[in-house]
């Protein structure tokens, strides 16, 4: 190497080991190659703090940057800010594919036929074979509650890419939605193959088995959808459901408790461990769960209908 490159030889070798000495905050790959890998391994929140690093540090209106943001937000459930992000990217970029089936899956939460009939029709004409496609018109058809159809094109996005475990957890809920049990449950399976650490898989199987009234098989696929992400207040409200459906009451107060320490997505929480106390007559602690949902979701009419009647009944049995 000396001999082919002698002048410029002793010139790359400083220049490399200047940039391996280099602080990680003089370049961005490093916070950027971690919040791709967090995002993989489901570490939505930390990944959504790398991205927004990369944007804080001069680096904002970038499409791939902005589509990271707008998927970490989907994953939290933050569908307000996700169709934010998606449609400044849109705006940059009208013809770019990438993840817009986050974008679809926001756009059918949130119930926007119109935008998700927009979606579909713009890239069903511009990319009609993609999955990404696919997955968009197949959420159209969900929303439009023809599911035969959207089953139709969800499996045609997994023709097109059978390794993404989130198309197979749709087919399954298309499935549910028409009440084939068994082809529902092959599909959230079929998700866990391609995902073992995708806890949509599980938790779509722990549904299913709790609306047939199977609540053991139930609790262990919500425990594993636990295991997959153990801050989500999703999965320990729906295992303190079964919990107390098994009668293991204090198991279920536990689940609760935990669900509004870790933020309570739902807001089902403390209703539902209100509801517990009072199924034990214990209406001191339902009062004060009562009282704190008030506080923190100001349903007024539901708590001031059990403080009535409650207060009827201390003052019929005092």
């Not at 496609?133 to 997994?158: H, K, S």
């Not at 995708?198 to 047939?212: F, S």
């Not at 517990?276 to 009419?301: G, P």
């Given at each position: 190497?000396?001999?082919?490159?002698?002048?410029?030889?002793n010139?790359?070798?400083?220049?490399?080991?200047?940039?391996?000495?280099?602080?990680?905050?003089?370049?961005?790959?490093?916070?950027?190659?971690?919040?791709?890998?967090?995002?993989?391994?489901?570490?939505?929140?930390e990944?959504?703090?790398?991205?927004?690093?990369?944007?804080?540090?001069?680096?904002?209106?970038?499409?791939?940057?902005?589509?990271?943001?707008?998927?970490?937000?989907?994953?939290?459930?933050?569908?307000?800010?996700t169709?934010?992000?998606?449609?400044?990217?849109?705006?940059?970029?009208?013809l770019?594919?990438?993840?817009?089936?986050?974008?679809?899956?926001?756009?059918?939460?949130?119930?926007d036929?119109?935008?998700?009939?927009?979606?579909?029709?713009?890239?069903?004409?511009?990319?009609?074979?993609?999955?990404?496609?696919?997955?968009?018109?197949?959420?159209?058809?969900?929303?439009?509650?023809e599911?035969?159809q959207?089953?139709?094109?969800?499996?045609?996005?997994?023709?097109?890419?059978?390794?993404?475990?989130?198309?197979?957890?749709?087919?399954?809920?298309?499935?549910?939605?028409?009440?084939?049990?068994a082809?529902?449950?092959?599909?959230?399976?079929?998700?866990?193959?391609?995902?073992?650490?995708?806890?949509?898989?599980?938790?779509?199987?722990?549904?299913?088995?709790?609306?047939?009234?199977?609540?053991?098989?139930?609790?262990?696929?919500?425990?594993?959808?636990?295991?997959?992400?153990?801050?989500?207040?999703?999965m320990?409200?729906?295992?303190?459901d079964?919990?107390?459906?098994?009668?293991?009451?204090?198991?279920?107060?536990?689940?609760?408790?935990?669900?509004?320490?870790?933020?309570?997505?739902?807001?089902?929480?403390?209703?539902?461990?209100?509801?517990l106390?009072?199924?034990?007559?214990?209406?001191?602690?339902?009062?004060?769960?009562?009282?704190?949902?008030?506080?923190?979701?100001?349903?007024?009419?539901?708590?001031?209908?059990?403080?009535?009647?409650?207060?009827?009944?201390?003052?019929?049995f005092?």
């Amino acid at each position: 190497m000396r001999e082919i490159f002698p002048s410029s030889f002793n010139d790359k070798i400083s220049t490399c080991k200047s940039l391996c000495t280099q602080p990680p905050e003089s370049s961005w790959m490093p916070d950027w190659f971690e919040s791709l890998a967090l995002s993989r391994f489901h570490m939505d929140s930390e990944a959504l703090r790398k991205a927004e690093i990369l944007i804080s540090r001069g680096l904002p209106g970038i499409p791939m940057i902005l589509t990271q943001i707008a998927a970490c937000s989907n994953h939290l459930h933050d569908h307000e800010k996700t169709v934010d992000v998606f449609k400044s990217i849109r705006a940059m970029d009208p013809l770019r594919i990438d993840r817009m089936n986050l974008y679809s899956d926001s756009l059918y939460i949130r119930g926007d036929r119109v935008q998700l009939c927009d979606l579909a029709h713009s890239f069903f004409e511009t990319h009609k074979f993609s999955f990404e496609t696919c997955c968009i018109v197949g959420n159209y058809y969900g929303l439009r509650r023809e599911n035969e159809q959207a089953i139709r094109f969800f499996q045609r996005a997994l023709r097109l890419n059978p390794g993404v475990a989130s198309i197979w957890v749709l087919v399954g809920h298309e499935f549910m939605e028409l009440k084939n049990n068994a082809a529902a449950c092959m599909s959230y399976r079929r998700a866990i193959e391609v995902d073992p650490l995708d806890y949509r898989g599980w938790y779509g199987l722990g549904q299913m088995y709790d609306i047939i009234k199977m609540p053991t098989y139930s609790l262990f696929y919500y425990q594993q959808a636990h295991l997959c992400k153990p801050q989500d207040s999703r999965m320990l409200v729906a295992l303190g459901d079964v919990y107390q459906k098994m009668g293991r009451l204090r198991n279920a107060e536990k689940c609760f408790i935990s669900a509004f320490k870790y933020g309570d997505v739902e807001g089902t929480a403390l209703w539902m461990l209100a509801k517990l106390y009072e199924s034990e007559n214990q209406m001191q602690r339902a009062a004060r769960s009562y009282e704190e949902y008030l506080r923190e979701y100001q349903e007024l009419e539901v708590a001031y209908t059990f403080f009535a009647m409650n207060l009827i009944l201390w003052q019929v049995f005092a």
